[in-house]
């Protein structure tokens, strides 16, 4: 069967400041910018390929390019070296605002949602209450809202009651969930299990040993943009333990 995820050789490259202005100087006597590039590679020669159904957790220390990674797995970043091929829709829950507009009602964020994951007016009006339900009675109650008044954990609660509603076969879940109280995250545990168990790839970030343990199989370590550990959860944390400590 073919990988549900093909990466290769994928590289991306940030500024480390935004580009300074040019001076006088340079404009009349050059026309360009003179300063060099403080640019940096967040990711280089990832490669690795997941196959659908599993579960894959993502580690590694702050910054190391985890969330980058997973941006460009749901499309939302475009690589600058190599590339990401992913085979079948992908849901992402990446960002606290789960890429819904503050502006917008929850209500209308949802609708707008669903239809880019193509899902009808029809089809949403027939999830919409499993998915608040899920969310819980303060998201229901301020779905009229905008969504920016919601509070982290009411973006959250919605926002991973619809991904996870969605026909989507791939799943992206960023550290995000920690967001949730432990009642709302114990019901989401029960969802993932679930998602799993109906054959879902998932691909997750988390610092938490407990969840990689719980859900991922297999593990991917990356350290300063660089893919440094493929293999078995357990062995993968581990490794990054051993790091952490030499660290110290
Ligand atoms: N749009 C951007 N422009 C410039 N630099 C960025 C951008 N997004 C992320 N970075 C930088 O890229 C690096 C990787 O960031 P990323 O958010 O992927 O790390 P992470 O592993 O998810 O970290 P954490 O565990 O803290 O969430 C960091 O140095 C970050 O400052």
Redesign the pocket.
Known sequence: MRPVIEAKDLGIE??RSRRRKMSLREIVFKGKNLAPKDTFW?LRNISFTVEQGEAVGLV??????????LKMIAGVMIPDEGGVKVRGGVAPLIELTGGFLGELTARDNLYLAGGLHGLSKAQMDERYDEIVDFAGPQVRAGMDMAYRHFSSGMQVRLAFALITTLDEPIVLVD?VLAVGDRAFREKCYLRMENMLAGGKTLFM?S?SEADLRRFAKRGLY?QQGRLVGDGPVEEIIEQYNADADAAR
């Open positions: 940030f500024y967040a590694g220390g702050n910054g190391s390019g985890k969330s980058t990674l550290e970030v610092h990356l």
